[in-house]
């Protein structure tokens, strides 16, 4: 996992509303994109996340200014079973 993240927000606001939203499928087996923009506490924020083998593994992105959040997202459908090292299969 690779994650880098800056925050900045406001602790006295508890305002969260998401704006819009969307899921998206791809050419690609088991991927999916997701994009989100919502209104919350946040002042400033990057947010950088890629991780592998784990549950919904994939890349998130999010930037954040003055209370409005973009958060994008392209991740794997699949759970990971560390038992096996591997996807789960559907019978599992």
Known sequence: MISLSFIVSNPWNTT???????????????????????????????????????????????LALFGYCFNFNFYNSQHWNPLTNSWHKDKE
């Not at 704006?19 to 990057?46: D, G, N």
Request: hydrophobic share 45%; with cysteine; aromatic share 18%.
């Open 16 to 62: 969260f509303k998401s704006l819009w939203c969307r899921a998206y499928s791809t050419p690609f087996k088991e991927k999916f994109i997701e994009i989100q923009l919502t209104k919350e506490s946040t002042v400033v924020s990057f947010i950088f996340n890629w991780t592998v083998r784990r549950d919904h593994a994939g890349l998130a992105l999010e």
